[in-house]
């Protein structure tokens, strides 16, 4: 009889226990909404420069270690995002603060190489928005852009497209569905241009497009992408990159982000 009281005490503070710890820990009421803090993207665009770390209020969000042997962070080469996927941010705590970009140390290094900053700069992210860091020039006059990614409402059949203009030595430039008429016009290096939209007439909703980005004026196209699907409430980034004139993996080029499906 004892036997069973005893047993049945246990299975009572157990229960009670457990319970305690499903309210401490009910992800569905404890849990932080993602849109309550700021969201950001990095992109390097700087030709020829090297492999970077990307930082906001001195913590570094790239990367993570590799293996334990090796224990380097893994940093962000020329023409890559962070993070690497589309329409995926960094989750920071908004407030003002420094965004940085150093080319990383070498941990394994003897004597350990230090840090050499590429830029740094302060800025305010308000929580709830989205922005895009973006770097650009010359590894000896490295350039920055702070965009606010502001993504417009969907709307009907529109879908949505914008050009980040980091070619060096590039003309101002417009943009369009190639053989078109243009989208955007008089993009001028270092700038990005509004969100355009674009009216997806599909009966499924995707339009398979080419874009082509022209020298402001011109009708001949400097750089065209390759297929992209638009689709009704997408917005997509293209990024000019590159140097003018430039060959091999320095030439003009493109990368295409999704920031929203």
């Not at 702070?146 to 203009?165: C, E, F, K, M, W």
């Not at 243009?182 to 939209?197: C, D, F, K, M, P």
Request: one cysteine or more.
């Amino acid at each position: 009889m004892k036997n069973h009281k005893f047993l049945f005490i246990l299975a009572f503070l157990a229960i009670g226990l457990w319970s305690c710890e499903e309210e401490e820990f009910d992800f569905l009421q404890n849990a932080t909404p993602v849109s309550v803090e700021a969201r950001v993207k990095f992109y390097h665009g700087i030709p020829g420069g090297p492999a970077v770390d990307f930082l906001w209020q001195g913590k570094r969000l790239n990367g993570g270690r590799v293996t334990v042997a090796n224990s380097a962070f893994l940093p962000v080469t020329y023409g890559n995002f962070f993070p690497t996927l589309n329409n995926e941010y960094a989750a920071v705590s908004g407030g003002s603060g420094k965004l940085e970009v150093e080319i990383p140390d070498n941990p394994l290094a003897k004597p350990a190489t230090t840090k050499a900053t590429v830029v740094s700069t302060d800025a305010t992210l308000e929580n709830g928005k989205n922005y895009t860091f973006v770097v650009y020039g010359t590894a000896a006059a490295p350039k920055f852009k702070v965009l606010n990614d502001d993504l417009p409402a969907r709307s009907g059949n529109l879908t949505y497209v914008r050009i980040v203009h980091l070619l060096n030595g590039g003309p101002a430039v417009d943009f369009g569905i190639a053989g078109a008429a243009a989208l955007g016009s008089n993009i001028a290096e270092g700038a990005a241009s509004a969100w355009a939209s674009f009216p997806i007439t599909e009966a499924s909703g995707v339009s398979r497009q080419k874009l082509s980005i022209r020298a402001t004026g011109s009708s001949t196209a400097l750089l065209t992408t390759a297929d992209i699907d638009l689709q009704v409430g997408r917005c997509v980034t293209i990024v000019v990159r590159g140097n003018q004139g430039g060959a091999t993996t320095l030439a003009p080029g493109l990368s295409t982000l999704i920031n929203r499906y």
